[in-house]
Structure formats: C-alpha cells, structure tokens
C-alpha cells in the first residue's frame, strides 16, 4: 500500500499554536493533532491545506514553509505527514469535524495526547 499523502497545518498567533481534537467516531477519536487532511490528486500540498482547514474549521489561512515530514503506518493506515508554520488570515473558527480546540503553548503540550507522528514534530517547534 503506497502512503497516503496528508498535510498538517501548524497555525501559530503569538506564542499560542492551534491544536483539534479528533472526532471520537474517527481513527485515533479524541486524541490531538494538528488539523489538516488528505492531498487530492490534483492539488499542491498548500492548495489542500488551505482547502482542509477551511473545510474543518472554517478560516483560512496563510501556509508557509514546510518545517517536517513524518511517517506513519500501522494495520489501518499508512501516511506521509507534511506539517508546515501557517498564519490564521480571517473567518471565525467553527468546529466542523472536530470535538474541540485549543490554544496552547509549547511548554503545554505535556498535557495533551496526541495522535501518531504529530507527536514528533512538538521538539521542531
């Protein structure tokens, strides 16, 4: 199975980064990550971001650089994980998908679970 190809928004204000809580229903329910979603086949890395946040949240964004790349595979998924810095630009936030966000700051992420891979890339920040 080739690796699924998902991108990873990293939206920092001040010394605050937005994090989502998975839908309980999904895979990994009710852990943590960075909220983003699947590549279409058509679609550049930032087009799908910025595609995936609007759609998930509801605001867009300003995507900049790619800071990691992780993977991640177990018996039901097998994914490459782009994760780059991105700004919030405007629209209010709205949780579509997820059961929660948050605002948290680095040295807070100890309290929070996170899902596979996202977890790798908190020591980048």
């Not at 595979?73 to 700004?87: Q, S």
């Not at 936030?93 to 309290?111: P, Q, R, Y």
Request: with cysteine; net charge negative; proline share 2%.
């Amino acid at each position: 199975m080739k690796p699924q190809d998902v991108v990873a928004a990293i939206i920092k204000k001040d010394d605050l980064y937005l994090i989502a809580q998975r839908n309980r229903d999904k895979y990994m329910g009710q852990r943590w990550e960075f909220p983003g979603g699947k590549v279409e086949p058509d679609e550049t890395f930032q087009e799908a971001l910025s595609r995936e946040i609007e759609e998930e949240l509801s605001i867009q964004i300003d995507v900049h650089e790619k800071i990691a790349q992780e993977c991640y595979k177990d018996d039901k998924i097998n994914v490459t994980l782009h994760y780059y810095i991105c700004t919030h630009k405007s629209g209010n936030t709205k949780l579509n998908e997820h059961e929660n966000i948050a605002w948290v700051a680095k040295k807070d992420f100890g309290n929070y679970v996170f899902v596979e891979g996202d977890g790798n890339v908190l020591s980048l920040l």
